[in-house]
């Protein structure tokens, strides 16, 4: 099991001890999961937060009209989760699930306490981690509401590189918000003005 991807993201943030970080990843488990597995399903509680490792995953609802609105892609070195239901507890309007096979790191609500309470500095660590996540949502509200299909294209671009080749148009016109075929005149108007 490979923990140097995860140890490298909480280094970013804070800095442990040998002892703290032994402790830290005691906590964690490590999960292979399936393509279309799925790590939570809609009207659950999330009870856990994953690192992805490698693969990709996608959270995402079923709007009124009965289609999959793809709020968050999670990829290598990202965590992803329902925040409001983990921290609140209370019942989740998103799926999580894997796109790809996928490797992730589970650590749970019921352990974060404990590591809150032996390693205090983890409180920094998931504010900051926390500002992000609030950060790309604003973000991501702000884009759906102001920005053209075509800004939301290249933002995703932006956000995700590297991510598209991975992803059927059809994820990620759920996504922007737009239909596959508004997506493929995108991408072929992006491939034209390219030099």
């Known amino acids: 099991m490979e923990f140097n991807l995860l140890l490298k993201s909480l280094h970013k943030h804070i800095e442990l001890s040998k002892e703290e970080e032994e402790f830290f990843v005691s906590l964690v488990s490590y999960k292979k999961i399936t393509k279309k597995e799925k790590l939570l ?110 800004e939301r294209y290249n933002d995703f671009l932006s956000d995700y590189p590297k991510i598209e080749l991975r992803l059927s148009q059809r994820q990620i016109a759920s996504y922007l918000g737009v239909s596959p075929e508004f997506l493929s005149s995108l991408r072929n108007k992006n491939e034209t003005t390219k030099p």
């Open 41 to 150: 399903i809609s009207g659950g509680i999330c009870l856990s937060k994953f690192f992805v490792v490698k693969g990709c995953i996608k959270k995402y609802y079923i709007n009124t009209e009965g289609k999959e609105r793809v709020f968050e892609f999670g990829i290598e070195n990202q965590w992803i989760l329902d925040m409001q239901s983990f921290w609140k507890e209370t019942s989740s309007i998103y799926t999580i699930e894997a796109i790809e096979n996928t490797e992730v790191f589970e650590l749970k609500r019921s352990d974060i306490d404990k590591l809150l309470i032996k390693v205090p500095k983890f409180e920094r660590y998931f504010r900051l981690l926390g500002n992000e996540m609030l950060y790309k949502k604003e973000r991501r509200i702000k884009q759906s509401l102001s920005c053209s299909g075509k």
